[in-house]
């Protein structure tokens, strides 16, 4: 009997948690839930999940893009540079296997 009422909650809950994420996607059927879905003090399990947080702070508006920074304008032209090898002067079989 407990295994049922287990089952139970747990298929409640997923069912809700699924209604809330549908409501967080569509607006409408948000707004026919609660009529005042488009106020901005309005709070709900769905703004929370729309929101990401529980802690919904609005973002700040952007007004203007910011611009590129002057460095990014101008690409510098490509200088080679050569770069002696390293290991030209080791001893290639000086650490040979052993010998039988």
């Not at 009997?1 to 298929?11: D, E, H, T």
């Amino acid at each position: 009997m407990k295994q049922n009422n287990r089952a139970l909650v747990a298929a409640l809950l997923l069912l809700g948690f699924l209604c809330t994420l549908t409501l967080s996607v569509s607006p409408r059927m948000h707004l026919r839930v609660h009529s005042d879905a488009n106020d901005t003090d309005h709070v709900c399990a769905v703004t929370f999940v729309a929101s990401g947080s529980y802690e919904h702070s609005a973002q700040p508006l952007l007004i203007s893009a910011p611009g590129l920074a002057s460095q990014f304008s101008e690409i510098p032209a490509l200088r080679s540079a050569w770069v002696p090898p390293l290991f030209l002067g080791a001893h290639i079989f000086a650490h040979a296997p052993p010998a039988r």
